[in-house]
């Protein structure tokens, strides 16, 4: 082979290594606007999504309290200084959990681990406030947020190990849902509007999820579904098949794969509530796939 030769087809094997990447350095990448991070590769939603990295997104990453000064001294009661995530360590084996430690993840790896996609509500009805208490007050976090407009907020690499439902953090991903919660159905505060359902045995009120919300989860979850495809586009049923109303016991909830309510997991919960609607979920989710 001669050095010609030799430095065609080095070059060649580049080309095809880069595909459809190859530019001129410095050449900026733009975003559609719908895509979620996974181990740092992007995929599309089909709904609009606003990343930690992105102006008017919320950071996960960061240390400091994002809606207080630089210099404000911590007050919360418990200590925030530092990460609000960790990372998912509860199945890895010595090797790989040394290779991931520095974020060396990779997508099969992450899919062997994630299983499990936990809805809540945020309980103050929007996402500026929703990361606020989780980032400045409670030293908590989100992979995603989902106000009521339909817009989608990022804030960590779902790779990540954030902090939002005790034993299913290390293999699930998680949505606050902006919604201002439910009441007990004999609340003073309830409305001839509001849905009511039992959850943990008690009977509860509730106002509607929006539209927007039903529309920009669905596409989130048949992207996660697809992505993460040991996350089953399901919720947990009973011997009927009716939806499970309250905490799944320590077995069936270890066996389980699919979409949860923060209250199939600990029975101090009741998000999303018994206005959510799990089947119009389902519908639109498949729709979307």
Not at 94 to 102: I, S
Not at 137 to 154: A, C, E, N, V, W
Not at 234 to 242: E, T, V
């Amino acid at each position: 082979m001669t050095m010609m030769t030799f430095h065609v087809t080095v070059l060649l094997a580049l080309v095809v290594s880069l595909g459809a990447c190859a530019a001129e350095p410095g050449t900026p990448l733009t975003r559609c606007g719908d895509e979620i991070m996974v181990c740092g590769r992007l995929f599309h939603t089909g709904t609009r999504v606003v990343l930690w990295t992105d102006q008017g997104g919320y950071d996960a990453y960061r240390v400091e309290k994002r809606f207080a000064p630089l210099d404000a001294p911590t007050t919360s009661p418990v200590d925030i200084s530092g990460a609000r995530y960790g990372l998912r360590h509860d199945s890895l084996t010595p090797d790989e959990l040394q290779r991931v430690r520095g974020g060396g993840w990779d997508l099969p790896l992450l899919q062997r681990v994630v299983d499990q996609f936990v809805i809540h509500y945020d309980a103050v009805g929007n996402s500026r406030d929703c990361f606020e208490i989780l980032q400045d007050k409670r030293g908590l976090s989100i992979h995603f947020m989902l106000d009521t407009d339909g817009t989608i907020y990022q804030t960590l690499d779902v790779k990540e190990r954030a902090w939002h439902a005790t034993i299913a953090n290390d293999r699930s991903v998680g949505i606050e849902i902006a919604h201002v919660g439910a009441v007990p159905a004999g609340d003073p505060s309830v409305t001839s509007d509001m849905m009511r359902g039992m959850i943990q045995g008690q009977e509860l009120a509730q106002s509607p999820f929006t539209d927007a919300q039903y529309r920009a989860l669905a596409k989130l979850t048949a992207a996660l579904c697809v992505v993460l495809p040991r996350i089953k586009c399901d919720y947990p049923r009973d011997a009927n098949g009716q939806l499970v109303r309250h905490k799944l016991d320590d077995e069936t909830l270890r066996n389980y794969h699919g979409l949860l309510g923060h209250y199939h997991i600990q029975t101090n919960k009741v998000d999303p509530g018994p206005a959510f609607d799990w089947d119009r979920l389902m519908r639109e989710t498949k729709a979307a796939r």
